[in-house]
Antibody
Framework: QVQLQESGPGLVKPSQTLSLSCTVS??????????WSWVRQYPGKGLEWIGYIFYTGSTYYTPSLKSRITISLDTSKNQFSLKLTSVTAADTAIYYC?????????????WGQGTLVTVSS | EIVLTQSPDTLSLSPGERATLSCRASQSVSNYLAWYQQKPGQAPRLLIY???KRATGIPARFSGSGSGTDFTLIISSLEPEDFAVYYC???????????FGPGTKVEI
């Protein structure tokens, strides 16, 4: 079965770039019509979808973050990555990577375990 | 952007009781709706996709219904492990975008 695992620094300084990777195991990131996504959650709060990359490489980002976000695909490593520039304390959150069903149906499954990223000097 | 609202904010019930959770979309999402369960310290778990289809391994006590703008998640008889926060999520048609509802907490 497909599994996802986030990796990256847990602490980022203000104004710097947050960089996370999501490694996919148990299946190819290039197969099927899935939306490989990033979702974040402020501690104790709700969920916010922030963007996806389709298996073809096309991307879509939530409008509020569009100017700061890049999601890319590395098929050789079976990974996709998130870069969020000019971070502030407001970007402190748990970041999840997840696969959205696309052609197979609406819904994010599976999810990574999540990684807490704190923005602080 | 399509906005999802969930009601109630909190549902206080006892094991064995029936839970009814609602999710309303600001405009029609057809059947492009999913439900999740989240427990503290864990990632969300997909329960229902396409409004009414149970995800793999989800017990039959969970059921989803609705289409258009009004959706319902029913837990027919609460088990102790069902006390958690539940989110709905929609996918808009084109280009695909996703939003989550604010969540309903089901507490003992």
């Amino acid at each position: 079965q497909v599994q996802l695992q986030e990796s990256g620094p847990g602490l980022v300084k203000p104004s710097q770039t947050l960089s996370l990777s999501c490694t996919v195991s148990g299946g190819s990131i290039s197969s099927g019509g899935y939306y490989w996504s990033w979702v974040r959650q402020y501690p104790g709060k709700g969920l916010e979808w922030i963007g996806y990359i389709f298996y073809t490489g096309s991307t879509y980002y939530t409008p509020s973050l569009k100017s700061r976000i890049t999601i890319s695909l590395d098929t050789s490593k079976n990974q996709f990555s998130l870069k969020l520039t000019s971070v502030t304390a407001a970007d402190t959150a748990i970041y999840y990577c997840a696969r959205e069903g696309g052609w197979s149906g609406v819904g994010f499954d599976p999810w990574g375990q999540g990684t807490l990223v704190t923005v602080s000097s | 952007e399509i906005v999802l609202t969930q009601s109630p904010d909190t549902l206080s019930l006892s094991p064995g009781e029936r839970a009814t959770l609602s999710c309303r979309a600001s405009q029609s999402v057809s059947n492009y709706l999913a439900w999740y369960q989240q427990k503290p310290g864990q990632a969300p778990r997909l329960l229902i996709y396409d409004a009414n289809k149970r995800a793999t391994g989800i017990p039959a006590r969970f059921s989803g219904s609705g289409s258009g703008t009004d959706f319902t998640l029913i837990i027919s008889s609460l088990e102790p492990e069902d006390f958690a926060v539940y989110y709905c999520q929609q996918r808009s048609n084109w280009p695909p975008q996703f939003t989550f509802g604010p969540g309903t907490k089901v507490e003992i």
